[in-house]
């Protein structure tokens, strides 16, 4: 029985498969671009390598794309095939599982899955990773931080210990340790130079406790930690754009949208995602962002039936919004409703927070501010579950803050700023200051 990096049993029997399995899961632990290559190359050599299958099925999920589910059905096929044939230890099993369990609507049976594998094999930062991922999906801070923290002492000396740092990072940033997660990110990118989820777990730090410049500086200073990256290197440079902004650095923020975060005109939602809630920050802080939303809500409003991601049918929406496409805008209203009506994990996020976020998206866009900001307020509580982070998710929040202050709710308003500022350790941003500034002057004006 060979083992792979992780220290954990692989049924391969090739060495040069076992050193492709291997950069596989380096190149994914690290958001390189070789993932697909590497995964490739060992189903090539094994066709009935069952894990080989399970993997490109979650991977397929991930990527929170309807179209992607068809593959990760014939993948899942796939798999219980190959283990017919082939057999599989018990983690390879239990892969196939939890891909089995996904494709049924249960990604917490997916996380369950993995956290088994955990238990018998504490160094198989691949299935660690992976639990983290879709507990990232689900919103799952608490459970993140939980499950990493069960196997870092299993981790230490290990190859891909520094990986492992890195998503201790981003847990304890998630659940408010800020000053924790910054050392275990930065401790992290030591041991893995090339390890951009932690290196952006450290830039999440500096974006929440208001410190822009360090955040800045961390990114220019660790390229090696994130130019390597897949689309992921979109998301960092998107990172560096909210810090730009919390200086008031608007014309730079601009320039890196154009010249990196939208330099490539994709439609993975993640980088449509970094891109409407870029242009909606700016738009609130007043700068004009011409046509750059047209683009935007080309792509979206092919996606108003996709409803694999509460968090992109979000994103997606305020391309829309903000770009008048008032049928597409419709027809994604419609398919909430019809998907909140279903039974299952996902579908329940549909039904809260998500309908009554999208009915305040909608209503911002339709200047109907008071209704916006009592939706998207009456959403708030639930808004950890559609996934993301507190930062991708903060774009949320400053639009209930603005749509608050529009229609004059200065105390409601003030109250959620006040939360917002709490969540931060104390941290007052650039957002929060001019928010609250923009109170107390409304304040002072005489009623007529």
Not at 41 to 49: D, K, Y
Not at 263 to 272: E, G, N, V
Not at 289 to 313: I, M, N, P
């Amino acid at each position: 029985m060979m083992h792979d990096i992780c220290q954990a049993p692989v049924s391969l029997d090739d060495p040069a498969l076992v050193k492709e399995w291997n950069g596989m899961i380096h190149a994914f632990l690290a958001h390189g671009t070789a993932t697909p290559t590497h995964l490739g190359a060992v189903l090539s050599g094994a066709p009935h390598f069952a894990m080989g299958f399970a993997a490109k099925g979650l991977f397929s999920i991930m990527m929170g794309r309807k179209e992607l589910w068809d593959v990760a059905h014939q993948a899942g096929k796939d798999a219980v095939a190959a283990l017919a044939v082939a057999g599989g230890n018990t983690r390879e099993r239990l892969w196939v599982r939890a891909l089995g369990e996904w494709l049924d609507g249960r990604p917490s049976g997916a996380i369950a899955a993995m956290e088994r594998v955990l238990a018998e094999h504490p160094t198989d930062t691949l299935s660690a990773k992976v639990s983290h991922a879709i507990r990232f999906i689900l919103g799952d801070g608490v459970g993140m931080r939980r499950s990493i923290e069960n196997v870092l002492d299993a981790h230490k000396g290990h190859a891909l210990e520094g990986y492992v740092h890195g998503c201790h990072a981003f847990t304890l940033e998630e659940t408010g340790d800020y000053a924790a997660a910054e050392a275990a990110g930065l401790k992290g990118l030591q041991l893995a130079t090339d390890d951009a989820w932690g290196l952006h777990a450290v830039a999440h730090v500096y974006d929440m406790t208001a410190r822009p410049d360090a955040g800045i500086a961390l990114i220019e200073n660790n390229l090696s930690a994130w130019d390597h990256c897949n689309n992921f290197r979109y998301h960092v440079w998107w990172h560096k754009a909210l810090l730009h902004l919390d200086r008031g650095e608007n014309d730079i923020v601009l320039a890196l949208y154009d010249q990196q975060i939208r330099a490539d005109k994709t439609d993975d939602y993640r980088d449509i995602a970094n891109a409407t809630s870029l242009l909606m920050r700016l738009e609130l802080e007043g700068t004009q962002v011409a046509d750059r939303w047209d683009e935007l809500a080309d792509f979206a409003q092919h996606r108003t039936d996709d409803g694999c991601l509460v968090f992109a049918d979000l994103h997606y929406q305020l391309a829309l919004g903000a770009a008048g496409r008032d049928d597409a805008q419709a027809d994604m209203t419609a398919r909430f409703a019809i998907d909140a009506a279903r039974q299952g994990e996902m579908p329940a996020r549909v039904a809260d927070p998500g309908k009554s976020a999208l009915a305040g998206l909608n209503a911002f866009a339709e200047g109907r501010y008071d209704a916006a900001f009592r939706d998207l307020a009456s959403a708030r509580p639930g808004m950890q579950t559609i996934g993301g982070s507190h930062a991708q998710r903060d774009v949320f929040e400053r639009m209930t803050i603005d749509a608050g202050l529009r229609a004059g709710l200065y105390d409601a308003t003030e109250t959620l700023i006040e939360d917002r500022i709490a969540r931060r350790a104390g941290a007052i941003d650039r957002f929060a200051a001019t928010r609250l500034a923009s109170i107390q002057d409304a304040r002072r004006i005489p009623a007529q």
